[in-house]
């Protein structure tokens, strides 16, 4: 069967919809509990207004034969069986909505020439009869009441009452699915309109979980209670801003004016070193201090890169060429050789096809280097690292002590170093920068288990 085009893009649009309402659980719940309440209130109103009209008409034509039965028992009693059957013969032949009959064992007395297999009165059982005043074959619901030496057959022509009911009947099935239909189009409405501020509140949630601090949430001009909540959100949004950047210009602001009497105090330590040098004397305390003042020197500098990187993240001003991935990788892997062939450490690449992406590629090589350096130094001696490219990122793998849970947050926080690594060279800041170049590129990056060791997915957006 061919559909039409139009109908396969409803079926789409109502699909699509539905998958999305379905993952929105709160707003199906309330979608779920108005439509259960309509339908509700519309069932209710069906039953009493069904009560009032069809019920009452079949009670009242229940009352009526009721009234029959006990007005011919009470006849049979006071008169005599002629007089009885004479007045029931001209009553069943008066009565025209209700069809009456006397049977006995010699004669049959009203409308029925033979009587049906009928239940006692009052429960009623329909069958066929032959209408005069119609013309036609027609159904009627009867009973049957002994009475005296034979039994009284009362029966009345409710096909219009049967026809009524069934009409009845379809226009409640019609108003049930109206009011379903009604349902699904407000929870369509409803899902439609709270859904799109929820997944406003929910994109600026992301976007500040990935650093872009001055995201903020859309207030509408309905100054309804989601405004409020957006007007508060922003609020605090721009007072952490203010905090971090608060923190951050402090930080910036002393490596910045540190670094210049420094790099004055490394030239007097290096002119002291040629001095000494030309005497023949040590110098094996100057180099030490000019070592660790090339540490500090180093620190300050990728704290104010650390903070270039974020502003660009922030400005989005970073002019990104397409970067094959894949060449990137192998660079750093070659640079870094020497190091790990030194620590009889084994690099094992899986490079199925290129990766091209747009970015920069000096900062995407400083990243997967600093991975791969961090994996080198970490992962020991004999260690097993593995790059694997992915269709949209790459991992690096090695099988060293790896990262408890509850660290894997905190060592992209700057200067923060685990404890068991401050034996090992380095300033808490590798990570950090790593995350921030990622970050550039719009990505993501994750510290998973590798068991043993540690596994770093990096993941670009499309």
């Not at 905090?243 to 030239?267: C, K, M, V, W, Y």
């Not at 270039?308 to 990104?320: G, K, P, V």
């Not at 793998?397 to 849970?405: F, L, M, R, V």
């Given at each position: ?71 011919q028992t009470l006849l049979a009693e006071q008169l005599t069986t002629t007089q009885f059957v004479e007045q029931f013969e001209l ?263 290129p990766l091209f992406i747009q970015g920069d590629a000096t900062l995407l090589f400083r990243a997967v280097y600093n991975l791969l ?90």
């Amino acid at each position: 069967m061919v559909f039409p085009p139009f109908l396969k893009q409803y079926v789409a649009l109502v699909t699509a919809w539905w998958n999305r309402v379905k993952s929105a659980h709160s707003v199906w719940r309330l979608t779920r509990l108005y439509t259960g309440l309509l339908l509700s209130v519309v069932a209710i109103l069906l039953v009493v207004l069904y009560q009032l009209s069809i019920g009452q008409m079949n009670r009242q034509q229940q009352l009526q034969m009721a009234n029959i039965i006990a007005q011919q028992t009470l006849l049979a009693e006071q008169l005599t069986t002629t007089q009885f059957v004479e007045q029931f013969e001209l009553q069943a032949h008066s009565s025209r909505q209700y069809i009456l009959s006397y049977q006995t064992e010699q004669q049959s007395i009203g409308r029925l020439s033979e009587a049906p297999t009928l239940p006692q009165c009052p429960s009623l059982s329909r069958f066929p009869i032959w209408l005069d005043q119609y013309d036609e074959i027609r159904l009627v619901s009867g009973c049957a009441q002994p009475l005296g030496s034979g039994t009284l057959i009362v029966a009345v022509d409710d096909e219009s009452l049967y026809e009524l009911k069934a009409q009845f009947i379809s226009a409640s099935a019609i108003a049930l699915c109206l009011a379903i239909l009604l349902g699904l189009i407000t929870g369509l409405i409803f899902s439609v309109r709270v859904l799109k501020r929820i997944n406003g509140f929910n994109q600026v949630a992301l976007q500040v979980e990935a650093g872009h601090l001055s995201a903020r949430v859309a207030i509408s001009e309905q100054n309804d209670e989601y405004d409020h909540m957006a007007s508060h959100i922003n609020t605090m949004l721009s007072q952490l801003q203010h905090s971090f950047e608060t923190i951050a210009g402090i930080t910036d602001a002393i490596a910045h004016d540190l670094r210049t009497p420094l790099s004055h105090l490394r030239q007097q330590i290096e002119s002291e070193i040629l001095d000494k040098q030309l005497e023949n004397l040590p110098t094996e305390q100057l180099e030490s201090m000019l070592q660790k003042l090339d540490e500090i020197l180093f620190t300050f500098s990728s704290m104010l890169e650390l903070t270039r990187l974020q502003q660009q993240r922030e400005d989005n001003s970073q002019n990104f060429t397409n970067v094959n991935l894949q060449q990137v990788i192998i660079d750093a892997v070659d640079l870094i050789e020497p190091i790990t062939e030194n620590k009889h450490q084994f690099i094992a690449l899986q490079l199925p096809s290129p990766l091209f992406i747009q970015g920069d590629a000096t900062l995407l090589f400083r990243a997967v280097y600093n991975l791969l350096e961090n994996a080198s130094k970490y992962a020991g001696d004999n260690a097993q690292i593995e790059v694997r490219l992915t269709p949209n990122g790459f991992t690096i793998k090695d099988n060293g002590p790896g990262i408890c849970d509850s660290e894997k947050e905190k060592v992209f926080q700057r200067l923060y170093r685990i404890e068991k690594s401050r034996g090992v060279a380095g300033f808490g800041l590798g990570l950090t920068l790593v995350k921030a170049i990622i970050q550039l590129h719009n990505g993501t990056i994750e510290l998973l288990d590798n068991n043993p060791g540690l596994t770093v997915q990096i993941t670009f957006a499309n």
